[in-house]
């Protein structure tokens, strides 16, 4: 089996239904689709079944939370490459069909992980096209920089990619002691450190930006994750910061992707903390309902000084302990799973200007 492509689906109605049967009408001898609703919805547990086809599998299953959904269904994947959609965007059906034809071209080459094309991206004041820069270029610093000079939504993710590193990623994911919305960032980031992706030469996917488009209900989207976490909407005002940290520490230190030598990685961990700094220092962020505002501005402001020092250690130390004001067993764990990321042998005193 060439691709997989896979749905964790939750939204219920039409609109959702649609995209799915499209989806099972790929299905043939080189692409499975796999589709696992867990939305509870009667009408939807009905009428899915009747979409099921050879190579396309149908999973009504009980409600649960996102992570759980997906990771179900990447453990049904047979493909040596994996797509993975969601509901409330569109797919091109010439792209789906191009796709076999550029796995049988790279499949004997481990140095391309993944397929990338051209992307469509849908708001509610008009339409875009995109191609990420670079990133199928052999240099990872080339890969990243192109990665991060797009400043929109992150798109990369929907791209075929190879099976087992997708399982990889996931799961180093999965171990964290929360999943937060930033994190499609640094799996992005892990991707392109493992490799190049090949280009297709068409529209790939098409992005309905949603409630990602206005800060107010995007930073709502963030905030859920953080709440999900047992965390303090406070936890917000840092949230580009976290994302900064912890893409840094994984380029320095992991050993999740091939070893590049200290002299590559740390241009690199720099680039990638000073976009994301850039971000915490520039984007206001909403506090919402939290209990520990002032706290969470007084950390804010500290590290949004132009000329702060900082360590990760610090960084981990005052993190861990604005979380633990609302959770303590989450801010030990946090402190626990990315102290053991910095102690790595990379992380000789790594220290950074705030500025990168």
Not at 45 to 53: A, E, M, S, T
Not at 65 to 92: C, M, P, Q, R, V
Not at 143 to 153: A, D, E, I, Q, T
Not at 270 to 299: I, N, T
Request: proline share 5%.
């Amino acid at each position: 089996m060439q691709l997989s492509i896979l749905i964790a689906t939750h939204r219920a109605g039409l609109s959702a239904c649609s995209k799915l049967a499209q989806a099972c009408a790929w299905a043939s001898p080189n692409i499975e689709i796999i589709i696992r609703d867990n939305s509870g919805d009667a009408a939807k547990g009905v009428l899915l079944p009747q979409f099921q086809r050879d190579n396309c599998t149908i999973i009504v299953a009980e409600p649960c939370d996102s992570h759980t959904n997906i990771g179900e269904i990447l453990k049904l994947a047979k493909g040596e490459f994996i797509f993975i959609l969601a509901d409330d965007d569109a797919y091109f059906d010439h792209a789906i069909a191009a796709i076999p034809s550029i796995i049988a071209q790279i499949s004997g080459d481990p140095a391309v992980i993944g397929i990338t094309g051209a992307y469509a991206i849908e708001t509610t004041q008009g339409s875009a096209v995109l191609e990420y820069k670079n990133v199928e270029a052999d240099d990872v610093a080339a890969r990243v920089s192109g990665y991060l000079s797009y400043n929109g939504p992150n798109i990369l993710l929907y791209s075929p990619l190879r099976r087992e590193l997708v399982k990889r990623i996931y799961g180093f994911h999965a171990a964290q002691p929360g999943l937060f919305s930033f994190h499609d960032y640094t799996i992005c980031l892990l991707y392109l450190l493992n490799g190049k992706f090949a280009r297709l030469k068409r529209l790939l996917y098409l992005y309905d930006v949603g409630p990602w488009e206005k800060p107010e209900t995007a930073q709502q989207r963030d905030v859920s994750f953080y709440k999900g976490a047992g965390l303090d909407p406070g936890i917000n005002k840092l949230h580009w910061l976290l994302c900064a940290f912890e893409g840094a520490v994984l380029v320095r230190n992991s050993d999740l992707f091939p070893d590049y030598p200290m002299a590559q990685r740390q241009p690199i961990a720099d680039l990638w903390f000073s976009v994301m700094y850039q971000r915490f220092q520039g984007q206001p962020r909403m506090v919402f309902d939290s209990q520990f505002a002032a706290e969470a501005e007084k950390l804010r402001a500290k590290y949004a000084q132009p000329t702060a020092q900082m360590s990760f250690e610090n960084m981990l130390a005052d993190v861990s302990s604005f979380m633990g004001l609302s959770n303590a067993s989450f801010g030990q764990r946090y402190f626990d799973f990315w102290g053991e990321q910095v102690g790595k042998p990379h992380a000789v005193a790594p220290r950074m200007a705030a500025a990168g």
